[in-house]
């Protein structure tokens, strides 16, 4: 496969389907967000994480690949003429949302009550969740966008939620793991 198609260097590229856009369009925007999400994510499984938190980020990874994918698919274009959808992976759905939902609740079983928010840092580990958490957030104010202007499933936009989220309450596991601090935000009066 090679690297360079040189068909970008006047400023388009090419949707799942074929159809040329600009590279500002929103879409790009959107799954452009999602992939840097997903370098986040890696830099998150770079460091001194436990094996089954490894594994609970690879598989993020991947359905964050299936999310970009779909994105990156005209949606005028998804189905061939022969009635056959044009991207053949599994598409991410209700159960990827759920399963989210199961890790947070599962982490947050050991974890103190929340009282405040809490100021981002105290790791290196944990300021990449918290990191990785607004790019998930930003990701899904563009998917947000992109869905009032072209509809697509709204299973993305609930795993973009709940992924931040998971994040969060990632960030603080692996800080009580750790033994480290959380600093709460207290507004001054």
């Given amino acids: 496969m090679k690297i360079y198609t040189k068909t970008g260097d006047k400023g388009t590229t090419a949707l799942f389907g074929g159809t040329r856009v600009p590279k500002y369009h929103l879409r790009i925007e959107t799954y452009g967000t999602v992939d840097e999400l997903n370098t986040n994510i890696g830099m998150i499984r770079s460091q001194q994480i436990d094996e089954e938190t490894d594994k609970k980020l690879i598989e993020i990874q991947k359905?964050?690949?299936?999310?970009?994918?779909?994105?990156?698919?005209?949606?005028?274009?998804?189905?061939?003429?022969?009635?056959?959808?044009?991207?053949?992976?599994?598409?991410?759905?209700?159960?990827?949302?759920?399963?989210?939902?199961k890790e947070i609740d599962k982490m947050n079983e050991n974890l103190p009550p929340l009282q405040h928010f809490i100021l981002p840092g105290g790791d290196v580990t944990v300021s990449y969740c918290h990191i990785s958490r607004t790019v998930c957030r930003r990701a899904e104010r563009l998917a947000t966008a992109l869905f009032n202007e072209e509809n697509f499933e709204e299973s993305l936009l609930k795993y973009l939620n709940r992924l931040s989220d998971y994040l969060f309450v990632l960030a603080r596991k692996i800080a009580h793991d750790k033994g480290v601090k959380e600093t709460p935000w207290i507004p001054e009066k």
Avoid: C, W, Y
């Avoid at 994105?71 to 159960?95: F, N």
């Fill in 63 to 101: 359905n964050l690949f299936t999310l970009g994918s779909e994105l990156a698919t005209d949606p005028a274009k998804a189905v061939m003429k022969s009635g056959k959808e044009r991207l053949k992976i599994s598409k991410l759905r209700e159960k990827q949302v759920e399963d989210l939902e």
